[in-house]
């Protein structure tokens, strides 16, 4: 599957991805008043999920490794019924930043930033 | 044919109705399993494209309120699918689809192959 094969629905990937992390950065703020908000869990893994197939098929790996391991952790926390650790939440407003960059520099460049350091934190947590 | 895709991604739901028209396809949308219910009675698919992660109702709860009507489950249905999800993928199939497309590995030709053989199956 190339890049260039989708590349008519490269402003839909890079809307719909806006939109999606816009959508996690307030399921976040909600996530930060009450860590056990199982609808902020439940919406944080259909956001997380849908990033990251999105970024699957339009081969934007970063983006997309960055999305699975978020999405694990909640599919995970809304199985268990967890509180969402305060060190968690904190990670993943930075991760949002992190993505609306990478976001950006895809619209800019067709080219991902590294996310690896981020990520690399989150898969710690 | 009809094809109705119950998808929540506006991503996918745009790319996957493109392909299916291109190919000669005529395709409705449905944002959940519950306007998936609605639309399955208004549009009358040949055949249902289901994703199982969404919001309000999922594709679990879509398949459970298919099995109950008589006639949407005669409707065949494939899942999406993707990875890290195949213990999903065959509670589906066991709750009636009857089978399943990658949803991220794109191969039109088969996605094309699997749904004309799957509503000829329901024809024969």
């Known amino acids: 599957m190339s890049y260039i094969y989708l590349s008519p629905f490269k402003g839909l990937y890079v809307k719909t991805s806006r939109e999606y992390i816009n959508k996690l950065q307030q399921d976040l703020e909600t996530l930060a008043r009450d860590p056990q908000s199982y609808e902020a869990i439940n919406s944080i893994h259909i956001s997380a999920h849908s990033l990251t197939t999105q970024a699957a ?14 999405e694990k952790i909640f599919k995970k926390l809304k199985e268990e019924k967890s509180k969402v650790p305060l060190e968690l939440i904190m990670l993943l407003k930075d991760s949002t930043k992190s993505l609306t960059d990478c976001i950006d520099s895809i619209e800019k460049s067709d080219k991902e930033i590294d996310l690896s350091d981020i990520t690399g934190k989150i898969e710690k947590v | 044919m009809n094809v109705l895709i119950v998808e929540d991604d506006i991503f996918f ?28 009675r208004e549009f009358h698919p040949d055949l249902i494209i289901l994703d199982i992660i969404m919001p309000n109702k999922d594709g679990f ?16 249905i494939l899942v999406f699918s993707t990875l890290g999800q195949e213990q999903d993928v065959q509670k589906a199939l066991q709750l009636g689809a009857i089978g399943y497309v990658n949803k991220t590995f794109f191969d ?14 329901k024809k024969a």
Not at chain 1, 57 to 70: A, P, Q, S
């Open chain 2, 61 to 76: 709860g879509f398949l459970e309120d298919v099995a109950k009507d008589e006639e949407l489950k005669k409707i065949p």
């Open chain 1, 57 to 70: 098929i339009t081969g934007y790996k970063n983006v997309e490794r960055l999305c699975r391991t978020i």
């Open chain 2, 13 to 40: 739901q745009k790319f996957y109705s493109t392909k299916l028209q291109e190919a000669g396809f005529k395709t409705d949308v449905a944002l959940d399993g519950e306007q998936g219910i609605i639309k399955a």
């Open chain 2, 108 to 121: 039109f030709d088969k996605l094309k192959t699997r749904i004309e053989e799957a509503i000829n199956a």
